[in-house]
């Protein structure tokens, strides 16, 4: 059964960072496409960012050139580094197999608030 468990989420103030972490168990990680996803109080499911088996990465345009994401698969563990925060940037972050949200863990809580 695959498990997904993040964390590393928090309150920071504007133009903070934050890293989250996720980590697989139950699954051979280093064969899968990751993703980070996101829901912003009242909103729907938004893909933040994925990175592939080769280490290719691609990222929504409202997070590009803040968000970094990253993996290692010698520790079944996903990232996500998160500079220049914004207040629009206020969501659950869920990691999932699929753009969508498919098998996602139970989230990490970031809010951006001065």
């Known amino acids: 059964q695959v498990q997904l468990v993040e964390s590393g989420g928090g309150l920071v103030q504007p133009g903070g960072s934050l890293r989250l972490s996720c980590v697989g168990s139950?699954?051979?990680?280093?064969?899968?496409?990751m993703y980070w996803v996101r829901q912003a109080p009242g909103k729907g499911l938004e893909w933040v960012s994925y990175i592939g088996v080769d280490g290719v990465t691609d990222y929504a345009d409202s997070v590009k050139g803040r968000f970094t994401i990253s993996r290692d698969n010698n520790k079944n563990t996903l990232f996500l580094q998160m500079n220049n925060l914004r207040s629009e940037d206020t969501a659950v972050y869920y990691c999932?197999?699929?753009?969508?949200?498919?098998?996602r863990g139970q989230g990490t809580q970031v809010t951006v608030s001065s």
């Open positions: 999932a197999l699929t753009r969508i949200g498919n098998n």
């Open positions: 139950g699954l051979t990680f280093k064969d899968y496409y």
